[in-house]
């Protein structure tokens, strides 16, 4: 069975950083481009990061780039959601997702076939 299990999320202070992990099971990670999302109460879902299979594309957008970095660790099948200065408005519901993500440097077009349960992350003061 195919599953995205995420974890490492919590309450963190702004200005403050968190690393969110997907760990994958019944299939390998590193074959497939993996996105971040997050969901915030009243609020569409939106994309926080993508990254190809192979690592040759990876984006983020403006509202993450600079603070967010996304990395797989393939001995471990995970990856890694690195979150720094984190902000107010970060705080959301975060899922990984994997295969059917077309990823560029500049664009993420996702309709995911796998995702995980989602992890809460609550950044405030």
């Known amino acids: 069975q195919l599953q995205l299990v995420e974890s490492g999320g919590g309450l963190v202070q702004p200005g403050e950083s968190m690393r969110l992990s997907c760990v994958a099971s019944?299939?390998?990670?590193?074959?497939?481009?993996i996105g971040w999302f997050r969901q915030a109460p009243g609020k569409e879902r939106e994309v926080v990061s993508c990254?190809?299979?192979?690592?040759?594309?990876?984006y983020y957008p403006s509202s993450v780039k600079g603070r967010f970095t996304v990395a797989r660790d393939n001995a471990k099948n995970t990856v890694y959601l690195q979150m720094n200065s984190l902000k107010p408005e970060d705080t959301a519901v975060y899922y990984c997702a994997a295969d059917l993500i077309l990823v560029t440097n500049y664009t993420c077009a996702a309709v995911p076939r796998y995702w995980g349960q989602g992890t809460q992350v609550t950044v405030s003061s």
């Open positions: 990254i190809s299979s192979g690592d040759s594309s990876i």
């Open positions: 019944g299939f390998t990670l590193d074959y497939y481009p």
